[in-house]
């Protein structure tokens, strides 16, 4: 088997935008309804934001966490909290806290806190947790701009479908989609149906 080690390097070509830009990520709740099917809802369950206070240029080697634009940008996160969202304050969300830790379930690689072999993994502070993924210069960290490319070639294929040139609906098509064929989803079909619910 071949095996491409090669590094993906980032094109230092790509221009930059201005200091003092802020990106966002809101994800909306997908439920499934009384007759096990997903359904996209309006209901926000997690807001992120990060503002870009400085633009260090970098090398063409992505850097995680300790490069020279590592420091550019401050970081911000809102989450869903289920009794602040029925007590009709501020749409439910409410801010993560510089230093407020958790245990990570995003992007853990497969390891469990409580059922590693070795000592307890520790927890992490939230926000500092995003330099991780996020920590390229400018535009170089800004992850969902693979996501674009790939929707304008989807795009391009379906030239026809409505769906496709809206890009939440797209979004959320696409998710859907994925969600339909995991193995987990499938498995709480068949329960469903066992249970008689359809
Ligand atoms: C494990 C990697 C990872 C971590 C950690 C992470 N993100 Fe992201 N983030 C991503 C990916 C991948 C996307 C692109 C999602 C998409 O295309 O739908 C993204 C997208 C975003 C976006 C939309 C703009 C962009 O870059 O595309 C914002 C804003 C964002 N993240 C903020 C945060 C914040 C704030 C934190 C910390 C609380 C954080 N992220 C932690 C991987 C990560």
Redesign the pocket.
Known sequence: MLLNSAPVLLNLALLQFPVGTQ???VRQVIVIDDEGKLVPTALTESL???VYQAITPGTRYTNYINGPSSHDQD???FRMNRAELFARHSGGLVA?HPGETEYAT??THGMDAFESATPLERQSV??D??R???SDSGIH???????WMKRSQDVRQHDNDENHRDPIAW?TDATIAHKLHQPEFKLLQRLWDGAGLS
């Open positions: 990106v966002a990520l992120q934001l990060r970081f911000f996160e993560m995003f992007s939230i926000l947790r995003c991780s993924c996020h960290s800004v992850q969902s701009r693979l996501q979004e």
